[in-house]
């Protein structure tokens, strides 16, 4: 089959896809302009008093109606062309879309007085748009085709070998031309057509070469990240052992290993062990968000969605326990729900969460956990009547290292990574993560926060049915 793909052509997907959305733009044009040739007729008989033959009226109403009807076809096959440059493609529908329209409007030019036909610029805009789609040969042999056909019709018309159709009403009575007016004509009309394509083609190309440079430069980019990102665990690792190595060494000297200590000692060997794990803590996460940065998520495990907010839950109930808080499950699915997620970034998601809420939450406090579903997504909320964050900080809590102004570094220890990673995950799995305070607990003095996460459901399966949940529509919704 004919290749119709520009050689220069490299990022396919994109490449289809432009053609698939060009493609319809052309068929909604289309019914557009054959709504107009119905109203041209129309409003040319009873506006402008043209006088149309009975041979003119059957011609128009036949073309118009041809053009509807190969459009309904056009419109209804174009789902079903593959994007394949060996089988029949959109390249190939545009192609035989161009070919239909350029028929039809040559024989509308015809049938409206050839040379003083209104409608012959047509020609132009068609040349425009071919060669916004189709190969540059394939367009200068459609003008030169063009060009032909309208100089043989007009010097047949000349000769009366054909029978002219001029609108009546536009001009007297049948225009007599020298034959160097209609040579003139026809030389003008072939260099319009040709200087039209040479330009629409020339500007096509270079958008095109420029999209695909813009595209190379992007994936330039992601790899150079992706170099970044193994250095950075590569150096991150390197830190992580002789840190590692003094915190086992601090907590030898604390356990009496290498001789007693005095009390005055032993508290600063705490102190210092503190801050190590503090640092190991830091470390570990940005290896988190550094690994993440390089994973491709895979959306395999199936997970009930319940028992695993449960499961979870229940690691919590100890600490929770200790600060009095009520840690509290509201699950408002009623269904045994399954999705397909990534169970270790779902847990770091979800543990994250909670874990600072338990953290910013005072003695006798309370956490609550909703869960609500519907047909293509879940919501997550965890709310808590804690510290709460300052109005102005609420943009900033996401960012790497950031830490609220209100909290006390001294008992809420932190690095300031935990909300950066989970929104980074959010964000991986097509959800959002929106945070807002005060909470809906607000009680005096303790504002609270509430963090709400919504995650699509990319696979789905209760009781009765199992389907999937197509990602893109969500997000395209
Ligand atoms: P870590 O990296 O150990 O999690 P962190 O808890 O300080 O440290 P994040 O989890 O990223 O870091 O949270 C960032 C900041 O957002 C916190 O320092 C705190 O000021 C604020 N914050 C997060 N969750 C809450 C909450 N439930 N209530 C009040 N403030 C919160
Ligand atoms: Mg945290």
Redo the contacts with the bound molecule.
Sequence with gaps: MLNLVPEWTYHYGEFWKAIKIRNLWFIRLRYLAAVILFGFFITGEYLFHLNFSTEQIIAINSISFSILLYNVIVHSIRKYVSTDPDKFNGLHLSLIQMILDLTALMLLVYYTGLIESPLYTFFIFHMIIGSLILPGYIIYMTAGLISCVFAILTFFQRYNLIESHFISGLYLGPRPHTLTYDILFVIIFAVMLFISVYIANKIAHQLYQREQQLRSSLEKLNEAEIAKQKYTIGIVHEIKTPIAAVHSILELIKNGYVGSVSLLVEEKIKRAELRTEEAL?LIK?ILNISKLRLLEIRLTDEINLSAFIKNILDTFSDLAKEKSIALIFNDNTNEQLFIKSDKILFELVLS?VIS??I??VEKGGTVDVKLDSTEDKFIIEVC?N????PQKEIDK?FEQF???SN?NRTI?E???????IVKEIVEKLGGIIKVSSPSRLAVENRPG?NFGIVIPIHYKQNEYDIFEVNREDYLES
């Design positions: 803590q996460n994250n600072n809420a953290k910013y808590d804690g510290i709460g964050i809590i950031y830490r609220g909290i809420h932190g690095s300031g990574m935990g909300l950066a926060t």
